[in-house]
């Protein structure tokens, strides 16, 4: 039990720090103020599909970690990582709705669950290899 929460924690940690580092070394190599959430602070379109299209290496990173932290069977735990994930992107359309686009915010979540699940697959796929190999 203790270690599924840690893994969800570390998970969510994960994608928070990870959207944090990318956000703050695109905010000074462009040389402008950023926000650790949003948008709209960015200069033009190639920098917004830069950053959203990074979601999906943050979440497959996150379910990497949480697949290696939890036990065996970790379909709980992926599961209430895309709890929380799915709330986090309902949080932020409930605060930052009027200034930041709807596509954002739909595509932004759906690329987080599903590098989640990209994640969660390939940990299968080898674990799967493996026990293949030592029998």
Known sequence: M????????IGQLTIILLN?????AVGLYLGIEFTLSGITYLPGFPW???IVALSVVYGFIAG???CLISTDNSRLEILGLTLIITGVGLFDY???GASEPLWYFLINTGLLIAGLFL???YMKTND???EQKIS
């Open 119 to 121: 994640s969660y697959r």
């Open 64 to 66: 990497i970690l949480l």
């Open 94 to 96: 409930y605060y930052l």
């Open 48 to 50: 917004e599909v830069l």
């Open 2 to 9: 203790i270690r599924s929460i840690s893994a969800i924690f």
């Open 20 to 24: 944090s580092i990318v956000r703050m």
């Open 128 to 130: 799967n290899i493996l």
